[in-house]
């Protein structure tokens, strides 16, 4: 079937239905939350909405441990209120794309639980070794979460290898049964109308062959046997050829590691197998490689990043485009300045929104959510935050190491989406499964529909203008002044039309410079964050985004 690649005009919202909406007043997001809200998304442009997963769990990594694909958990409505979410996106001409894990099961998955008592076809659907000789593990990987990678089971007797936690096992790709379960579970989906996937750490599916040592990297010890291992491509040829290529939807790839070359083997539209790719690089301008290691924000890295993705991927690939989700702090906490909330989270969002590519905004971004920050450590729920908690920095005093939480945590994006003023932001009416933002009656939906000058409104101004604008999708990238650490200032050219966006990273006022052939004469300021603003200074975090015609 003819791709039509729909996606490339498309905004997508991201929904952790944990902490989108509650419906039922069970303190738990669900689906019938999410169908009071729907509007309230397309209201933003959002003409797509990607699902965090919402299969059965038992939540040991929120939902990333899938005890069963083929169905919707209860606490979430089950198939009924999925049903009635896909037909609510459908009519309103939405998509719905949904979350797929296939690196690793929940080990409460019926597959896992037969695989342990070798009862087959199940016997080698994970990855089982026995202990080496000298009764060692039976190689030294780490885990992505909990220590080391492998963990014996007492019913079966021998090691499993879980990349992630440890009721986290991983699958063995290798086996072609693995793959036809994959193959089911992505049919059984489409057939009933969904339109995409976003696959879950996909580029670990395939393991060196022999699992040996890794020797090279110090910390994550044995990525370079699993990223991008020897049959990526190979298995991911086989689900486009005997499923994708069979339906008009689309793939998103999470890559972890992966460069704009690298990405190309994965997404090039003549060759690749995929469409988009999740990249961590935009992440990265503020620590090396994970949020757990950070850095002072550099705004060279970040532009760099962007620039290299957008210049790289142009006329070969489609970027996807995103500042926050489920697994990284807030952005205006780490890339803004809290102080200036409101100019940041605006400049944040016209660095973003411009560029090529199909944007996602994850729930509570486009208010401007700000890192949560509990009292203590012990209110944290996630499995990788609490490990991290426990195992680093024991020598610093206890506030010095909740700060340093508060900044890398995957809970600090993870609270409840605040509505409105009331209580528990209105999230739920029960007691809610997870803490409120303390500050949610200053930041809240509600407060920001009123008032015309709000990120919110922002966000829908800037959506709007992406999808009126031919230039937005068509136009070349260009990064001017590259060196300057305070500001990040590109254009998009296409014949005819033009945009140059400038957006200020600085709490102190810097001068504006506006790159050789603007004419500020003839260019049209569409977009600012400040209601009046001069040719020669930029106020702390300004963003303006100016159009013109040739
Ligand atoms: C991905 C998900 C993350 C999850 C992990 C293991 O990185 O985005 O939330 O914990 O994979 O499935």
Same mark, same amino acid.
């Given at each position: 079937m003819a791709r039509s690649r729909w996606y490339k005009d498309m905004v997508f919202y991201q929904i952790w239905p944990r902490s989108f909406k509650d419906g039922n007043g069970d303190g738990m997001g669900d689906l019938w939350g999410v169908l009071e809200k729907l509007d309230y998304i397309q209201s933003l442009g959002c003409d797509g909405i990607w699902f965090s997963p919402i299969y059965p769990s038992p939540g040991a990594d929120c939902g990333y441990d899938i005890a069963d694909y083929m169905d919707i958990d209860p606490q979430f409505g089950g198939m009924e209120a999925f049903q009635k979410v896909l037909e609510g996106c459908h009519q309103r001409g939405m998509k719905l794309v949904m979350d797929l894990v296939v690196n690793h099961t929940s080990d409460e998955h019926e597959w896992f639980q037969k695989s342990r008592q070798r009862i087959d076809p199940y016997t080698d659907y994970y990855i089982w070794r026995p202990a080496r000789e000298d009764g060692k593990l039976p190689n030294n990987w780490d885990s992505n979460f909990e220590g080391k990678a492998w963990t014996f089971d007492e019913v079966r007797g021998?090691?499993?290898?879980? $990349?992630?936690?440890? @009721?986290?096992?991983?699958?063995?790709?290798?086996?072609?049964?693995?793959?036809? =379960?994959?193959?089911?579970?992505?049919?059984?989906?489409?057939?009933?109308?969904?339109?995409?996937?976003?696959?879950?750490?996909?580029?670990?599916?395939?393991?060196?062959?022999?699992?040996?040592?890794?020797?090279?990297?110090?910390?994550?010890?044995?990525?370079?046997?699993?990223?991008?291992?020897?049959?990526?491509?190979?298995? $991911?040829?086989?689900? @486009?050829?005997?499923?994708?290529?069979?339906?008009?939807?689309?793939?998103?790839? =999470?890559?972890?590691?992966?460069?704009?070359?690298r990405a190309l083997k994965y997404i090039d539209e003549e060759q690749g197998q995929l469409d988009m790719m999740i990249q961590f690089q935009c992440q990265c301008a503020d620590c090396l490689f994970t949020d757990y290691l950070p850095t002072k924000f550099s705004l060279h890295r970040m532009k760099h990043a962007f620039s290299s993705w957008q210049k790289k991927l142009w006329g070969k690939a489609w970027n996807m485009l995103y500042l926050e989700n489920h697994d990284h702090p807030r952005i205006i906490s780490r890339y803004g300045s809290e102080q200036y909330w409101k100019q940041s989270g605006k400049t944040l969002a016209a660095a973003m929104l411009f560029q090529q590519g199909t944007p996602f905004i994850y729930q509570g971004q486009e208010i401007g959510m700000l890192n949560w920050q509990p009292e203590s450590a012990d209110m944290y729920e996630d499995v990788q935050t609490r490990y991290n908690y426990a195992h680093s920095n024991l020598s610093k005093p206890e506030d010095v190491r909740l700060k340093k939480m508060w900044r890398s945590s995957r809970d600090s994006a993870r609270t409840p989406v605040q509505w409105d003023d009331s209580e528990n932001a209105g999230f739920t009416t029960g007691t809610p499964w997870f803490y409120v933002n303390r500050n949610y009656r200053e930041i809240n939906v509600a407060q920001q529909e009123s008032d015309p000058d709000s990120i919110l409104h922002f966000y829908r101004k800037a959506i709007h203008l992406r999808k009126e604008l031919p230039v937005v999708r068509h136009g070349q990238y260009r990064e001017h002044f590259f060196l300057n650490g305070k500001v990040y200032c590109y254009s998009r050219k296409m014949v005819g039309e033009k945009l140059l966006v400038i957006c200020s990273f600085t709490e102190k006022g810097t001068k504006a410079k506006f790159p050789a052939g603007f004419d500020k004469s003839t260019a049209q300021c569409i977009l600012h964050n400040y209601p009046d603003f001069d040719s020669t200074t930029l106020r702390p975090y300004e963003c303006r985004v100016y159009l013109w015609e040739e």
């Open positions: 021998e090691y499993y290898l879980h $990349l992630f936690a440890v @009721k986290q096992p991983d699958l063995n790709m290798d086996n072609p049964l693995v793959r036809e =379960e994959v193959k089911k579970i992505l049919r059984f989906w489409l057939d009933m109308g969904v339109d995409g996937f976003r696959e879950d750490v996909i580029t670990y599916i395939s393991k060196k062959e022999g699992l040996p040592d890794d020797h090279l990297f110090p910390i994550y010890k044995g990525m370079p046997c699993y990223n991008h291992g020897p049959h990526i491509h190979e298995y $991911l040829a086989e689900f @486009k050829r005997d499923v994708f290529d069979h339906y008009d939807c689309f793939t998103l790839a =999470e890559a972890p590691l992966v460069w704009p070359k």
